[in-house]
């Protein structure tokens, strides 16, 4: 009998069944044809086959599976049909904590739909030799190594109930530690840090920021004293807080989460759970307006957002993790996931599958001629898809590109990109061509290109005016040019600058204005009035929150408040009312920009 016993969500999801298949062997007997029956009836659910549909109720429910060639011989399978959210494990508070040596530090998880709270503890890498990281007991507290060192440790629990669901701290062990780990702070406010420190030191540590040094920040984020006062600007920002010795290298962070008082408001969150709503995401917007989610890293996990009704509901599960795959909504209603890396060894998928939103399973696409992710996936006109660059068995970007046909169900190479590429943007354009921007690697190149599906060549355009790398936007504007924003410049630092690229003239004309913030990770919506609006990203890993207008009449940008919570990589949708969304990052909520916010857009 396999599997002997098995887990699965109710059946409340409004797309899809939730529900397990089940096979089974007789041995010593003619034949292994069963008669199935749920031993509670209807309602402990239903048998399509060998496949197992779960009820509306959860408990525990019963299969009974009866040899038909001997009904003296039987078998049961235990079936747990448990809530419709995911479980998972996560940090409670923050994931990095500091810790004094020659004292410990209490680790504590938050448990979501995780009936036994056991858990298993190691400390799985450090900065110190293996034996020499510091130690954790079962229930979760910390010790630094002896010698009063300088170095930091990670440390894992597991849970012992679903191995799958981790969580995982930073810990810093030093000789004197900033307090508190961590602050929340409305804009405008102010904070105190202080520090601890180990009584033979004889110096005072002195404070600062440590993300900042390659932004020139317009307008002010905020100031951090010498003496550890902390004042807030007026938007929402994360900041690396940093507290350090004079002449030593030892230095210990601590987070300051600056919100914001609108013009966004939430909405809606999901404070105690983890994963009510998925965090860092990649996704697809499907035919009927709402959004499958995927997780990042170690999840498999598939969530429908609803943006109409905001419900986020559990929908299915994917064969294999995808750490930077991507999703695209093919034109029959289905979802192609493509690439991406799984396991902690980040290994390269090169197995492609489908979700069906119909039946809520998903099923073999067959697999990638290059394995890839940070990869783009495009619909074509056609109905095929593209498949364009991305990090390969190196782990460095490529040339490569293939498409999909699901007519056939197979992937086809194509000749390379002109540039090597990866997180990139691709923008269809009125002519049924595509233009392909940033995203190079080290910025080699730096050339634009075109891809046609019908000679299903790349065509070399350009030049940009500003070389750009991972995380800009390119929004097509309502008379067809495209606008490019931000993205990883020279160095680490992201850029402010705009250009547009015109079709009619395959050039890119500079904007004379620019943003008021360094973004890259941002987003770029195309409003009813004919503006963009711009939201979130990090200049240099630092989340912003900040909103920002762009007027295609003027070609000016004018700062339009903030989101509650500093957003990077999040998904945003314009309603039919006008109003923006945010949601699907760190801070798992949802806010609303109502559409009265923006001013009617002018030429003057």
Known sequence: ????????????SPIGRAGVSFSVRFFGLPSSVANVEVVEGPAGGSMDGANYIAPTTIGTYHIRFTSASNPSVSTVVAVTVVDDRMPALAPYAVERRNVLNGGTIQLQPVFDHLSDHSLAWEVDAGSGAVGNRGTVDPHGVFT???????????????????????????????????????????????????????????????????????????????????????????????????????????????????????????????????????????????????????????????????????TATSVGTLSHYRMGGRATTLQDGRVL????????????????????????????????????????????????????????????????AEVFDPAKGTFSALEPMHTYRGDHTVTPLADGTFLLVGGESFLLGSKPELFDPMTNQFIETGPVIYPRGLGSSATRLADGRVLILGGEGVGTSALPFAEIYDPSTNTFL??????????????????????????????????IGALELFNPLTGAFSRQGTMVHAQPSHQTVVMADGSVLFFGSGPRVIERLPASTFPVPSIH
């Open 1 to 12: 009998m396999s599997p002997y016993r098995a887990t699965v969500y109710r059946n409340t």
């Open 510 to 543: 500079d904007v004379p204005g620019q943003m008021a913030f360094q973004r890259r990770n941002h987003r770029a919506v195309l409003l009813p009035s004919g503006q963009v609006l711009i939201s979130g990203g990090d200049p240099v890993g630092a989340p």
């Open 337 to 400: 996931i493509t690439g991406g890396l799984h396991g902690y060894g980040m290994v390269l998928c090169d197995e492609a599958e489908i979700f069906d939103p119909a039946t809520g399973l998903t099923s073999p696409a067959g697999n990638l001629i290059t394995p890839r992710a940070n990869h783009q996936a495009t619909l074509l006109a056609d109905g095929r898809v593209l498949l364009t660059g991305g990090r390969g068995e190196t782990f460095q970007y490529m040339k490569n």
């Open 144 to 310: 630094p190594p002896a010698g009063n060192q300088f170095g930091g440790s990670s440390v894992t629990a597991t849970s012992v109930e679903d191995p799958s669901k981790k969580a995982s701290w930073a810990v810093v062990y030093s000789n004197f530690v900033i307090t508190p780990d961590q602050v929340n702070l409305p804009i405008g406010t102010g904070f105190q840090f202080g520090y601890q420190s180990n009584s033979y030191l004889l110096s005072t540590p002195s404070f600062g920021f440590t993300d900042e040094v390659n932004v020139s920040w317009v307008p002010e984020f905020g100031n951090m004293s010498p003496l550890g006062w902390l004042q807030a600007g007026d938007y929402a920002k994360t900041l690396t807080v940093c507290a350090y010795l004079p002449g030593s290298a030892e230095v210990t962070r601590a987070k300051a989460k600056i919100t914001g008082k609108g013009p966004s408001t939430v909405i809606k969150g999901f404070p105690d759970s983890p994963s009510g709503f998925p965090s860092d995401t990649y996704g697809a917007r499907l035919k009927d307006g709402s959004f499958l989610l995927l997780p990042a890293f170690d999840q498999r996990d598939l969530v429908k957002f609803d943006p109409t009704t905001l």
